[in-house]
Nanobody, 115 residues
Framework: QVQLVESGGNLVQPGGSLRLSCVAN????????MGWYRQAPGKQRELVAQ???????NYADSIKGRFTISRDNAKNTVYLQMDTLKPEDTAVYYC?????????WGQGTQVTVSS
Protein backbone atom coordinates (compact mmCIF):
# COMPACT_ATOMS: atom_id res chain seq x y z
CA GLN A 1 0.00 0.00 0.00
CA VAL A 2 1.41 3.36 -1.06
CA GLN A 3 1.88 5.89 1.72
CA LEU A 4 3.00 9.50 1.59
CA VAL A 5 3.87 10.91 5.00
CA GLU A 6 4.33 14.65 5.42
CA SER A 7 6.06 16.35 8.30
CA GLY A 8 7.40 19.75 9.26
CA GLY A 9 4.22 21.75 9.63
CA ASN A 10 4.11 24.13 12.57
CA LEU A 11 3.10 27.52 13.90
CA VAL A 12 5.51 30.20 12.71
CA GLN A 13 5.61 34.01 12.84
CA PRO A 14 5.30 36.08 9.68
CA GLY A 15 8.65 36.32 7.95
CA GLY A 16 9.75 32.98 9.34
CA SER A 17 10.74 29.75 7.60
CA LEU A 18 9.69 26.11 7.61
CA ARG A 19 10.78 23.04 5.68
CA LEU A 20 8.22 20.42 4.88
CA SER A 21 9.21 16.85 4.08
CA CYS A 22 7.28 14.04 2.42
CA VAL A 23 8.50 10.47 2.47
CA ALA A 24 6.88 8.13 -0.04
CA ASN A 25 7.06 4.35 0.01
CA UNK A 26 6.73 4.21 -3.77
CA UNK A 27 8.55 1.84 -6.06
CA UNK A 28 10.28 3.78 -8.82
CA UNK A 29 9.86 7.04 -6.88
CA UNK A 30 12.21 8.79 -9.29
CA UNK A 31 9.70 8.43 -12.13
CA UNK A 32 6.99 10.36 -10.32
CA UNK A 33 6.19 14.05 -10.56
CA MET A 34 6.06 15.17 -6.95
CA GLY A 35 4.04 18.12 -5.83
CA TRP A 36 2.94 20.16 -2.87
CA TYR A 37 -0.61 21.46 -2.69
CA ARG A 38 -2.35 23.46 0.01
CA GLN A 39 -5.89 24.04 1.17
CA ALA A 40 -6.91 26.94 3.34
CA PRO A 41 -10.22 26.95 5.25
CA GLY A 42 -13.12 27.62 2.90
CA LYS A 43 -10.91 27.47 -0.19
CA GLN A 44 -10.13 24.90 -2.86
CA ARG A 45 -6.96 22.89 -2.83
CA GLU A 46 -4.33 24.59 -4.97
CA LEU A 47 -1.00 23.67 -6.44
CA VAL A 48 1.99 25.21 -4.67
CA ALA A 49 4.95 23.60 -6.41
CA GLN A 50 5.89 20.60 -8.54
CA UNK A 51 9.10 18.87 -9.47
CA UNK A 52 9.35 16.38 -12.32
CA UNK A 53 11.49 13.29 -12.67
CA UNK A 54 14.04 15.38 -14.55
CA UNK A 55 14.13 18.08 -11.88
CA UNK A 56 12.05 20.67 -13.70
CA UNK A 57 10.06 22.80 -11.30
CA ASN A 58 6.82 24.74 -11.44
CA TYR A 59 5.59 27.22 -8.83
CA ALA A 60 2.40 29.07 -8.08
CA ASP A 61 2.77 32.81 -8.67
CA SER A 62 1.85 33.55 -5.06
CA ILE A 63 4.93 31.80 -3.68
CA LYS A 64 7.55 32.34 -6.38
CA GLY A 65 10.83 33.51 -4.93
CA ARG A 66 9.86 32.43 -1.42
CA PHE A 67 9.39 28.65 -1.65
CA THR A 68 11.72 26.02 -3.13
CA ILE A 69 10.82 22.44 -3.96
CA SER A 70 13.47 19.75 -4.14
CA ARG A 71 13.72 15.97 -4.10
CA ASP A 72 16.12 13.28 -2.95
CA ASN A 73 15.39 10.14 -4.94
CA ALA A 74 17.77 8.07 -2.82
CA LYS A 75 15.57 8.83 0.19
CA ASN A 76 12.20 8.77 -1.63
CA THR A 77 11.64 12.24 -0.21
CA VAL A 78 10.43 15.58 -1.52
CA TYR A 79 10.95 18.84 0.35
CA LEU A 80 9.36 22.26 0.38
CA GLN A 81 11.52 25.02 1.81
CA MET A 82 9.28 27.93 2.73
CA ASP A 83 10.83 31.30 3.49
CA THR A 84 9.40 34.73 4.20
CA LEU A 85 6.13 33.16 5.25
CA LYS A 86 2.98 35.25 5.23
CA PRO A 87 -0.32 34.82 7.07
CA GLU A 88 -1.97 33.96 3.76
CA ASP A 89 0.29 30.89 3.53
CA THR A 90 -1.68 29.36 6.39
CA ALA A 91 -3.16 26.09 5.16
CA VAL A 92 -2.95 22.33 5.28
CA TYR A 93 -0.14 21.30 2.94
CA TYR A 94 -0.48 18.04 1.04
CA CYS A 95 2.12 15.97 -0.74
CA UNK A 96 1.20 14.47 -4.10
CA UNK A 97 2.83 11.81 -6.26
CA UNK A 98 1.76 11.48 -9.87
CA UNK A 99 2.75 8.99 -12.56
CA UNK A 100 -0.32 8.89 -14.74
CA UNK A 101 -2.65 7.18 -14.20
CA UNK A 102 -1.27 6.62 -10.71
CA UNK A 103 -1.92 9.47 -8.27
CA UNK A 104 -1.38 9.44 -4.52
CA TRP A 105 -1.91 11.91 -1.67
CA GLY A 106 -0.54 12.32 1.80
CA GLN A 107 -2.63 13.08 4.85
CA GLY A 108 -1.50 16.70 5.09
CA THR A 109 0.45 18.81 7.55
CA GLN A 110 -0.77 22.08 9.08
CA VAL A 111 1.15 25.30 8.52
CA THR A 112 -0.01 28.31 10.50
CA VAL A 113 1.59 31.72 10.03
CA SER A 114 0.59 34.08 12.79
CA SER A 115 2.05 36.48 15.29
Amino acid sequence: QVQLVESGGNLVQPGGSLRLSCVANIIEFSLYTMGWYRQAPGKQRELVAQITMTGNTNYADSIKGRFTISRDNAKNTVYLQMDTLKPEDTAVYYCNANFSPLNFWGQGTQVTVSS
